[in-house]
Structure formats: C-alpha cells, structure tokens
C-alpha cells in the first residue's frame, strides 16, 4: 500500500515536500516514481528513483526545482518541490514497479495528494 501526503496551496515561487510511504516488504524492492495530473489532462512522469542504485530521473519540466529523495529505513520517498509555478497544479501520485516514464507500466499507487499553486 502506498500512501501520499503533504499536498496544500502555495503561492508561486514557494515550496512544499510530497511523502509516499510504502507499507509492506514487496516496495522494498521496487523502484519509486512521482506522476502528476491535471484537470483535463493525462497522467504525467514528474521524477522517479531506481532502488537498485539511487539513481534519479525527471521530468525537463520539473528538473532543477524538483528533488525526488528516499528513506529507506522509513520505506518512505520524497518530493521536494522548490520554486513552484501555476502550471505544477495538480494532484499528485506515488507509484511502484520498474522504472518508466509510463504510467499504464506502474502495477502500484497512492491515492494523490492535491497541489495547487496560486498566481
């Protein structure tokens, strides 16, 4: 089971941190990934992490503001999110499986926290 949290409003240029915490030993080995959707819109890669090595991966919309981190002790990942824009409005997922930019290839999921960022 995932579970994600820390979702809010926050005006543009501000910053919030997203937590997805995995419960159960099968997410120890999977790797973590952050989507995003908005209203009217598909489903988006935002950044994700390979267990294996650490290695990380992001969106060009979202690199340089955005920091995906993880806790394994916690089998916990983050999303620290800087200098938010308008358009980063959206509700936002965790997911587990084999690293891809694909959502339909994610067997797992949170249930999506909500950011909105304000003008």
């Known amino acids: 089971q995932l579970q994600a949290s820390g979702g809010g409003l926050v005006q543009a240029g501000g910053s919030l941190r997203l937590s997805c915490a995995a419960s159960g030993r099968t997410f120890r080995t999977y790797d973590m990934a952050w989507f995003r959707q908005a209203p009217g819109k598909e489903r988006e890669f935002v950044a994700g992490?390979?267990?294996?090595?650490?290695?990380?991966y992001y969106a060009r919309s979202v690199k340089d503001r955005f920091t995906i981190s993880g806790d394994n002790a916690k089998n916990t990942v983050y999303l620290q999110m800087n200098s938010l824009k308008p358009e980063d409005t959206a509700n936002y997922y965790c997911?587990?499986?084999?690293?891809?930019?694909?959502?339909?290839?994610?067997?797992?999921w949170g249930q999506g926290t909500q950011v909105t960022v304000s003008s």
């Open positions: 992490t390979r267990r294996k090595n650490g290695d990380t």
């Open positions: 997911a587990a499986d084999r690293i891809s930019v694909w959502s339909e290839t994610y067997q797992y």
